[in-house]
Nanobody, 117 residues
Framework: QVQLVESGGGLVQAGESLRLSCAAS????????MGWYRQAPGKQRELVAR???????TYADSVKGRFTISRDNAKNTVYLQMNSLKPEDTAVYYC???????????WGQGTQVTVSS
């Protein structure tokens, strides 16, 4: 079973930056798309950004131009560079990895991002 470990969350002020990392381990099959989702208190989990194994990216409208997703396939790691953070970006951020051979996805434990105004 794939294990995902996130890091890089924390407390920052509005306008500052953070970089999240998510490393996958215990990999038996190739990983497909990887992504970052977030869930704020009282809200549903939503897609923030997604990147295919070939490098194609998708972003939520609310983060376009501010966040950048990237991946290092050799390290089975995905990153999320978050710039110009806003208080509304405050949420728990979750990493997701799809395993096409198993037709399933795996989730990390989540990392808290808090942006103060």
């Amino acid at each position: 079973q794939v294990q995902l470990v996130e890091s890089g969350g924390g407390l920052v002020q509005a306008g500052e930056s953070l970089r999240l990392s998510c490393a996958a381990s215990r990999i038996t099959f190739s990983i497909g798309a990887m992504g970052w989702y977030r869930q704020a208190p009282g809200k549903q989990r939503e897609l923030v950004a997604r990147i295919s194994s070939g490098g194609w990216t998708t972003y939520a409208d609310s983060v376009k131009g501010r966040f950048t997703i990237s991946r290092d396939n050799a390290k089975n790691t995905v990153y999320l560079q978050m710039n110009s953070l806003k208080p509304e970006d405050t949420a728990v951020y979750y990493c997701n990895a799809m395993v096409p051979a198993l037709a399933t996805g795996y989730w990390g434990q989540g990392t808290q991002v808090t942006v103060s105004s």
